[in-house]
């Protein structure tokens, strides 16, 4: 993963879906910006086609080239039957927004405010990204209609 991409979701955002969800794996992260002991990294695991071992699947992915194949894939995941909670970004015109959220995830939690991201280092800085985020809700192969709430 590039060192740009390396971010970690602030505890006010993480921490409340842990006690919502109880996430058992954390599916695109390494050991520093990890939120669950089990964890996928994107290099070696996450993308490399093999099941994702967790019922409760956390995911914050890069936001860069890797964030459509990592939707795409907790997409896929999803229709096994785990329930998927994804961080990523707003993106109803990308062509993965279409085929892989709307009418497939249950729903949608849009955040009011730009999420402030962490540095490895725990720090925050100015930057609160270039664009707004939302987490994405994926509940084994549900099909309808995808509720829009904010979160």
Excluded at 22 to 51: I, Q, Y
Excluded at 72 to 89: H, K, S, V
Aim: proline share 8%.
């Amino acid at each position: 993963m590039n060192q740009q991409e390396r971010w970690q979701t602030p505890p006010e955002i993480f921490d409340p879906l842990m006690r919502e969800f109880r996430f058992d794996l954390d599916a695109a992260a390494d050991m520093v910006t990890r939120r669950v002991p089990a964890f996928l990294s994107p290099e070696l695991d996450a993308l490399n086609g093999h099941k994702w071992p967790g019922d409760v699947i956390w995911m914050n992915p890069p936001y860069g080239r890797q964030l459509e194949p990592f939707v795409r894939r907790a997409f896929a995941e999803a229709q096994r039957g785990p329930t998927i909670a994804a961080l990523i970004p707003f993106r109803c015109r990308a062509a993965w927004w279409h085929e892989c959220v709307i009418g497939v995830a249950p729903q949608v939690r849009c955040y009011r405010k730009r999420i402030r991201f962490m540095k490895l280092d725990g720090t925050r800085g100015k930057f609160t990204g270039s664009c707004d985020s939302c987490l994405v809700v994926w509940r084994g192969s549900w099909r309808g209609e995808t509720k829009l709430v904010s979160a």
